[in-house]
Structures are given as C-alpha cells and as structure tokens.
C-alpha cells in the first residue's frame, strides 16, 4: 500500500499539503475511494487513510485512529559520519536511513575539503523522511550536527560500544561484535575522505572506540557506512 509521510498525525478527516495532493494525484493517479498509509516519522505513528474528495491541489482524506509503527529498528545504531565532497553525505544519510540507523551524526573533520553550509540538516532532514518513505520504515533517524569531529567522536555514550571503520584495523567488526549482546547501543564512526587527523584519532582512542575494517578492501567513505550497516542486519 503506497505511503505518505504526515506530520501531526490523528483521526478524522484532514485537507492534505498541496505537495501531498500533488504526489498522490498527478504521481500516482489516485481516485476517491483509494487507501493509503499515512505515517508520522518523528512520533512513531501510523494509520490507514482513505480518499475522500481528490482535486489537483486539494485532497481531503479520511484517517483512521494512529497506531505504532510497525516497522522499526530493532537496535540502537549512531552513525558519526565525516563530511565528504559534494553532496556524498546525501546519500550516506538515505542509506544509514534503509538500512535502520536510529543516530546521524554530521561531522566535519579536519581534512573535510566541504564545508556544510546552514540548510544541510534541513535538507537532511527532508530526505530521511522520503527514505523512510521508500523503505517501508515508521521512523527517521535523529539528525545532529554539524560539529567538529573530536567533539562528535567525544559525545558518544558511554555505555555504547564505540567502533571507528578505518582501513589498515587489525579487528575486523564482525569480531568486535561477537558476543555483544542486541540490546548494546553501537556508535560508527566514518572520516572524511582524508581519513582522520593525528589528534582527531588520539581523540577516538581516549574515549575508547576500536579500529576495525568491513570486509578485505578499503572502502570509500560514502561506501562504509552502508557497509557496515549492512553487516550488522545481516548479523539478525
């Protein structure tokens, strides 16, 4: 059943955004009568709503009562991703999104060439909820940032276990995630395209990550988060 994101989401009718009207009617071709899952990201929510009056920029529809979403990460996972060229980090946010990163953080380095301008996490924002949209998932991950690596890297939890995918790790992750138990909240942390600094990496030591690789080759910085994420679904 075709999804659409809604914030503020409760039963009744309701008159949808004009972009919303847009998509269901000129995208998709939807009819009075159609049904659809309307979900809010943000509060974990979702409901079936049906079609009631469809005109090109003015769709009323009918929702029923909001439930849980059903479909949503089993396991804490934060992602601390360094700032590459480009637009990169775009699509490292939609696939940490796919692949049920719960944290993403955006983190510039010392040798991050691209400086995020001010509209980054709004603009980040927007495409976790249209990959969210895509996937099937009820929520999004949290976005924060941008800030300095060193500090990205200093506010991970405590009690997390603290991974940094680096090329040339002795520990592979999936050895450093033998025996960790689902309920472990995981923090990765991926450089820039330079790969970290001297004292951004004193800075991941000192508050205990591990260096470990994913797999035998050396990945691209907007490759190893998908990677590792991957890895770690695969793992159940």
């Keep these: 059943m075709l999804r659409l994101p809604l914030e503020g989401l409760h039963a009744g009718e309701r008159t949808l955004p004009a972009a919303s009207a847009h998509y269901l009617t000129r995208v998709h071709r939807l009819e009075r ?11 974990r929510l979702e409901a079936v709503a049906e079609l009631l009056d469809v005109r090109p920029r003015a769709v ?21 991703q360094g700032v590459g060229k480009g637009s990169k980090i775009d699509g490292v946010l ?9 944290g993403f953080v955006v983190a510039i380095g010392e040798r991050s060439v691209r400086k995020p301008d ?4 709004e603009r980040l924002e927007r495409l976790a909820v249209e990959a969210a949209r895509q996937c099937g998932r009820g929520d999004v991950p949290l976005i924060s940032g941008p800030l300095p690596l060193s ?28 025996g960790v138990p689902n309920s472990t909240e995981l ?11 001297e004292s951004e990496l004193a800075t991941a030591l000192a508050h205990g990550y591990r260096s470990v690789f994913v797999g035998r080759f050396v990945l691209r910085t907007e490759t190893a988060c998908a990677a590792a994420l991957g890895a770690i679904a695969a793992r159940g």
């Design 33 to 43: 009568g159609a049904k659809l899952v309307v979900f809010d990201p943000r509060a």
């Design 118 to 121: 001010s509209r980054l996490r």
């Design 187 to 197: 923090v990765l942390a991926v450089g820039p395209e330079g790969g970290l600094s």
């Design 60 to 80: 009323r529809v009918h929702i029923g009562e909001p439930r849980p979403a059903e479909n949503l990460p089993t396991r804490a996972v934060s992602i601390i």
């Design 151 to 178: 500090d990205a890297l200093a506010a991970a939890p405590a009690e997390a276990l603290r991974l940094l995918l680096m090329p040339g790790a002795k520990e592979s992750m999936a050895s450093a995630l033998d």
């Design 94 to 102: 939609r696939d940490a999104t796919e692949l049920g990163a719960t």
